[in-house]
T-cell receptor, first 113, second 115 residues
Framework: SQQGEEDPQALSIQEGENATMNCSYK?????LQWYRQNSGRGLVHLIL?????REKHSGRLRVTLDTSKKSSSLLITASRAADTASYFC?????????????FGRGTQLTVWP | KAGVTQTPRYLIKTRGQQVTLSCSPI?????VSWYQQTPGQGLQFLFE???????NKGNFPGRFSGRQFSNSRSEMNVSTLELGDSALYLC??????????????FGEGSRLTVL
């Protein structure tokens, strides 16, 4: 069964605004990852946060993880039209191998120029 | 460094036929995973291979199979195709299959349409 569930399903903002997406999961994890997918293309890894970390930054991305609530958020600051894509959180069961990840349904982000 | 290469990118088949999809991982990556992506079910894990051995398998019928070769290239096969098999099939590779310690590198996918 899928672990990650993103919220909202769709998000529409103007360039320059911040975009926040949330992810909830069900079981214990070693880490949580966020991926981006442009329409019909492959997924691109954005950032990984380990279960013992609470916050991580990478460029305009900020990820938080709350293991007590089993939730994570991805913040994209100063959004650009090029950020338009679907964003997925992915988790793996503790003890599972790397290649088996559970993906949520994704958040479709649209950034208008 | 070349990325993950999947072939073919697009293909159309009819019900009952079979299909073979190919994936060449990033050089040096020995772990390959396959995912099926559909609008209804999202991204679902198919299987994972490392050193020519299947390490994990998702909840798919036996019509879905795969294998990995000694050069880490992988193929997946779907026999007796059904309309519901229409999907984007994504291959991902990773450097080492340690427990959830790194990122997956995805190919552009093979878009299968079953008529």
């Amino acid at each position: 069964s899928q672990q990650g569930e993103e919220d909202p399903q769709a998000l529409s903002i103007q360039e320059g605004e911040n975009a926040t997406m949330n992810c909830s999961y069900k079981t214990s994890i070693n880490n949580l990852q966020w991926y981006r997918q442009n329409s019909g293309r492959g997924l691109v890894h954005l950032i990984l946060i380990r279960s013992n970390e609470r916050e991580k930054h990478s460029g305009r991305l900020r990820v938080t993880l709350d293991t007590s609530k089993k939730s994570s958020s991805l913040l994209i600051t100063a959004s650009r039209a090029a950020d338009t894509a679907s964003y997925f959180c992915a988790t793996g069961d503790r003890g599972s191998t790397l290649g088996r990840l559970y993906f949520g349904r994704g958040t479709q982000l649209t950034v208008w120029p | 460094k070349a990325g993950v290469t999947q072939t073919p990118r697009y293909l159309i088949k009819t019900r009952g036929q079979q299909v073979t999809l190919s994936c060449s991982p990033i050089s040096g990556h020995r772990s390959v995973s396959w995912y099926q992506q559909t609008p209804g079910q999202g991204l679902q894990f198919l299987f994972e291979y490392f050193s020519e051995t299947q390490r994990n398998k998702g909840n798919f019928p036996g019509r879905f199979s795969g294998r990995q070769f000694s050069n880490s290239r992988s193929e997946m096969n779907v026999s007796t195709l059904e309309l519901g098999d229409s999907a984007l099939y994504l291959c991902a590779s990773s450097l080492v299959p340690r427990e959830n310690t790194g990122e997956l590198f995805f190919g552009e996918g093979s878009r299968l349409t079953v008529l």
